[in-house]
């Protein structure tokens, strides 16, 4: 999932010092899951603006709604019929739902309510770990499902570095090595020769360093 | 034993304290609660293991959350204890009522009076 | 095999002479006084001199412009580049602006990770990795091109190396690691600085079973302690750094104002062990801000007077 962190109530103030209605929006998907942008934190988010514009003695009608995505036009579009009654939108959504929501209604003032931090997974409750950095040009068959690019801090494709010491990170000893992880992988795998093999410089066009990126799939396209 | 509380506070039964989300809590304080406290079994003593538990965190959930926006995180408090004892409930309470007579109204509920009591002028103001 | 650039260190290497390399941090600031002077502490007693590439991620004069002064006074650079700060199109284009000054020598590295230093908050590259380098380097002399394809005019004459550590994590895949870096091009090889004797003298050992200090010299790198103090910080605060506890007792077990000394002893004896070693080519002495010290080691270590080619 997209994992995404809340933004500190203060800050969200900030942007919307100046409003007089703000619809609080939330998503169903990736931060309903990872607890920072789904329904409930819509509503904790919209109490604490009603009580923080109360005793500042401001009169803002503020909102909540919890769409089931930002990242899709149809469900973007059931707000059509009520966004006219506010002047802005703090969207609870990743960066991608923020972007989105704010393309549907350009009138409209878009505040991000949450900081988006990376593609991961939950490790436990309340933990979060990045798996996937989106270069397109996947590798993992190469290095036993687990990503360099990603769990190395140097995104090293021939690692590890001599930093690495009892399987940790010379950045903290509270960030596993990858290649510490990608050879006791190859090892279970039985395959240890592999990492000999020189892994070929990458071609990182695929990756932010190619511009914006877009799919088109012309056998889906309407 | 007939023992007495201070009559300001109002019991709102919940089936576990792990029922209790922030959102509740938060709710409280825009209708114009003063305080809030959370009575859960003791520590262990859960009848669903960790509803205690999660209590606990959703209120340190909520006073950082209060505290942000200006209402005080001391306005919101945790206390364990079994369903048998009634004086430590007395206890708590008492506790509870003077903190809050320490730290005084609710400081949204006062903002609302004024701004009612403004509309209020206007309105009087507008009258023929 | 004869040389394959006009390296000093590769003729010195090649004609079997044990090669002798140190180490100089850039200053922090503009004065060249400061590399000038510590190269002239140690110009007699060494082959080569490493110029280090913002170490261990602190700002500081570039690596390349401290390579151009010691040419400038005749000595022998060895430019060390890591892949932490420059992308690919950078890292080529320095390649050649060193050749064009004839530096010979060309160390790749990966670099310690930016939080180490005084630009935590700083965007890493990491292009290319310290392997992929070297097949960078290689490409540019042997076959005349840029990663690119197209032809490099005047390719660059280097003598290309690597770092190895044999004492990080894990052990296992540190002799394959050294079979990969030669795979990739590294013709000389800097050790991380050796405490661990045994640790060094296995590794030795799976080296040779590959028959890789044969495709490769290996300089054994050394660093002297100036107090128990450094012992004991190496041994806990330096990521891959191995330094075993009876080092740090003899250290510590020596008077304060005997302790300078008694590193350079340990030095000299590690320097002296290490050269019975079979497939130890030389030497890398690294005195971290210490350089008035080398031409000691290096002539109680019988190292001197260095050989002419």
């Known amino acids: 999932m997209i994992v995404a962190e809340r933004k500190p109530i203060e800050e969200i103030l900030g942007q919307v010092k100046q409003v007089r209605s703000v619809l609080v929006l939330g998503c169903n998907e990736c931060v309903t899951v990872c607890e920072a942008g789904g329904k409930k934190e819509v509503g904790v988010l919209a109490s604490a603006l009603r009580m923080l514009f109360l005793q500042q003695g401001r009169e803002v009608n503020v909102g909540e709604r919890t769409l089931e995505r930002q990242c899709d036009t149809e469900y973007l579009e059931e707000i059509r019929d009520m966004i006219d009654a506010f002047d802005a939108v703090v969207s609870l959504a990743c960066g991608v739902g923020i972007q989105f929501t704010a393309e549907r209604y350009p009138s409209k003032a878009v505040y991000p309510g949450v900081n988006t931090c990376f593609m991961g997974a939950a490790l436990e409750r309340g933990v979060w770990s990045e798996r996937c950095q989106g270069c397109g040009s996947c590798i993992l068959a190469a290095t036993g499902a687990v990503c360099p690019i990603t769990r190395c801090a140097k995104r090293l494709l021939n690692g590890p570095c001599g930093g690495s010491t009892a399987g940790k990170c010379e950045i903290s000893k509270d960030v596993e090595c990858a290649w510490q992880l990608i050879i006791d992988r190859l090892k279970a795998l039985g395959r240890l020769e592999d990492y000999e093999r020189l892994s070929p410089i990458k071609d990182w066009s695929t990756d932010r360093a190619g511009g914006p990126r877009k799919i088109i799939r012309e056998d889906l396209r309407s | 034993m007939r023992l007495g509380y201070p009559s300001s506070i109002r019991i709102i039964r919940v089936p576990c304290t792990g029922k209790v989300d922030v959102l509740h809590i938060l709710r409280c304080f825009e209708r114009g609660a003063d305080g809030v406290t959370v009575v859960g079994c003791r520590e262990g003593d859960c009848h669903y293991q960790t509803g205690n538990f999660r209590a606990k965190k959703r209120v340190q959930q909520a006073q950082a959350i209060l505290e942000q926006i200006g209402i005080g995180g001391t306005r919101v408090r945790m206390c364990n204890l079994s369903s048998s004892d009634a004086p430590l409930f007395v206890r708590f309470a008492q506790e509870m009522h003077a903190a809050i007579m320490d730290a005084g109204p609710n400081p949204v509920r006062t903002a609302r009076m004024l701004q009612r009591a403004s509309a209020g002028t206007t309105a009087a103001l507008q009258q023929p | ?309």
């Open chain 3, 1 to 309: 095999m004869s040389p394959k650039t006009p390296s000093k260190l590769e003729k010195i290497l090649r004609a079997g002479h044990r090669a002798v390399t140190s180490e100089c941090g850039p200053p922090r600031g503009s004065d060249p006084a400061h590399i000038v002077h510590k190269a002239q502490l140690i110009q007699r007693h060494v082959d080569a001199i490493n110029i280090t590439d913002n170490q261990t991620s602190v700002c500081r004069l570039c690596s390349l412009a401290a390579c151009i002064r010691l040419k400038l006074m005749g000595l022998e650079p060895v430019l060390q580049m890591v892949v932490r700060d420059r992308n690919r199109i950078a890292l080529q284009s320095d390649i050649l602006g060193a050749a064009s000054f004839d530096i010979h020598n060309l160390l790749c590295l990966s670099g310690d990770h930016q939080r180490f230093g005084d630009n935590a908050q700083g965007q890493n590259v990491f292009d290319l990795d310290s392997m992929q380098l070297l097949q960078t380097v290689r490409r540019m002399r042997d076959e005349g091109k840029f990663l690119g394809g197209d032809p490099v005019q005047r390719p660059p004459a280097m003598f290309v190396g690597a770092a190895a550590n044999p004492f990080a994590d894990p052990f296992e895949i540190r002799v394959p690691r050294l079979a990969k870096k030669v795979a990739a091009g590294a013709e000389f090889i800097q050790t991380q600085c050796i405490y661990n004797l045994e640790r060094f003298e296995k590794w030795m050992e799976l080296v040779r079973d590959r028959g890789l200090h044969e495709k490769v010299f290996i300089l054994a790198g050394v660093t002297p302690f100036k107090s128990a103090g450094m012992a004991r910080y190496m041994k806990s605060k330096v990521p891959g750094m191995d330094v075993p506890d009876e080092v740090v007792k003899r250290m510590a077990g020596t008077p304060k104002d005997k302790q300078a000394e008694e590193g350079i002893t340990i030095c000299v004896e590690t320097i002296q062990r290490l050269k019975a070693v079979e497939g130890v080519a030389g030497f890398h002495i690294m005195a971290i801000e210490w350089e008035e010290r080398v031409p000691e080691i290096v002539e109680r270590a019988g190292l001197f007077p260095r050989p002419t080619v």
